[in-house]
């Protein structure tokens, strides 16, 4: 039987829709609404009796009490990876029945999504010109520009690169040490940090992290976990850095437009001095 994946969107302060991400699974998606917006990361506990393990599901935030958001039992067997997939698999349906209660947006399987915006005249695409219809991967195929802002002024510190790079860049800005990400095993999932060391042999400090559930292919999870965190970047800057990134072509859009709206009002009143 096929998986089914889901679309998530949020609402943009005018009200129009926002696609946050597509083709995600369900345990996949109560991840995303949990860590969305703020500086939580999800954790799974597990508890083991003679008959059943408990699964307990967390948010962690610094500084705060972690929040049990909720539990579910899986009857034990002899596979401890196969009973954490039945949990994980059992969060993801509660989140389903009840998404409203785990975060401020929608969710919807992508076949309910792609009939829904095509019967409103507005048919998902993989075009990357199309915006809010960016499928999965094509923020990885864009370059970025970094900037600070300085009262009405906006510094680049740097243009032209990669999303990966640029979560190096904004993980390194205006601290010590080098950025480096870390991973590791816990139950069936896959958990991926990055973060800095001041120097080789220092800690590591853990900034941003992604929980995915495990395939048979580390370098497949390894690069979902990439674009995963690449997204949270984008969805809060703050989460690396106090900066601000856009896609290199909106960046120079902005900057085009005003341009213009300068030229134009110079322009106005240049054209009244001479009428005078």
């Given at each position: 039987?096929?998986?089914?994946?889901?679309?998530?969107?949020?609402?943009?302060?005018d009200g129009t829709e926002e696609v946050l991400t597509r083709n995600v699974i369900a345990a996949r998606a109560?991840?995303?609404?949990?860590?969305?917006?703020?500086?939580?990361?999800?954790?799974?506990?597990?508890?083991?009796?003679?008959?059943?393990r408990l699964y307990e599901l967390f948010l962690h935030t610094p500084n705060v009490e972690a929040e049990r958001i909720m539990a579910v039992g899986?009857?034990?067997?002899?596979?401890?990876?196969?009973?954490?997939?039945?949990?994980?698999?059992?969060?993801?349906?509660?989140?389903?029945?009840?998404?409203?209660?785990?975060?401020?947006?929608?969710?919807?399987?992508?076949?309910?999504?792609?009939?829904?915006?095509?019967?409103?005249?507005?048919?998902?695409?993989?075009?990357?010109?199309?915006?809010?219809?960016?499928?999965?991967?094509?923020?990885?195929?864009?370059?970025?520009?970094?900037?600070?802002?300085?009262?009405?002024?906006?510094?680049?510190?740097?243009?032209?690169?990669?999303?990966?790079?640029?979560?190096?860049?904004?993980?390194?800005?205006?601290?010590?040490?080098?950025?480096?990400?870390?991973?590791?095993?816990?139950?069936?999932?896959?958990?991926?940090?990055?973060?800095?060391?001041?120097?080789?042999?220092?800690?590591?400090?853990?900034?941003?992290?992604?929980?995915?559930?495990?395939?048979?292919?580390?370098?497949?999870?390894?690069?979902?976990?990439?674009?995963?965190?690449?997204?949270?970047?984008?969805?809060?800057?703050?989460?690396?850095?106090?900066?601000?990134?856009?896609?290199?072509?909106?960046?120079?859009?902005?900057?085009?437009?005003?341009?213009?709206?300068?030229?134009?009002?110079?322009?106005?009143?240049?054209?009244?001095?001479?009428?005078?």
């Open positions: 039987m096929p998986k089914i994946t889901y679309t998530m969107c949020t609402k943009k302060q109560l991840n995303i609404a949990l860590e969305y917006g703020g500086a939580g990361r999800v954790k799974i506990s597990v508890q083991t009796n003679r008959t059943q899986v009857a034990r067997s002899s596979d401890p990876l196969e009973d954490g997939r039945k949990a994980v698999a059992a969060f993801g349906e509660i989140f389903l029945k009840s998404s409203g209660d785990y975060w401020c947006g929608s969710v919807e399987p992508d076949e309910d999504y792609a009939r829904r915006r095509c019967d409103e005249g507005e048919c998902p695409s993989n075009d990357a010109s199309e915006g809010d219809f960016e499928l999965e991967g094509d923020i990885m195929r864009q370059n970025y520009t970094l900037f600070l802002i300085n009262g009405e002024r906006e510094e680049v510190v740097a243009s032209g690169i990669s999303l990966v790079r640029a979560m190096n860049v904004a993980v390194e800005h205006g601290g010590p040490g080098k950025a480096d990400a870390v991973s590791r095993d816990v139950g069936p999932l896959r958990v991926f940090e990055i973060g800095r060391r001041a120097s080789d042999e220092a800690e590591f400090e853990s900034i941003a992290s992604i929980a995915l559930e495990r395939s048979g292919d580390a370098a497949l999870d390894a690069e979902r976990a990439t674009e995963a965190l690449g997204r949270k970047l984008l969805n809060d800057t703050r989460i690396l850095w106090s900066g601000c990134i856009e896609t290199d072509v909106a960046y120079a859009r902005r900057h085009a437009d005003r341009k213009q709206v300068v030229t134009s009002s110079r322009g106005t009143r240049s054209s009244g001095g001479t009428a005078g």
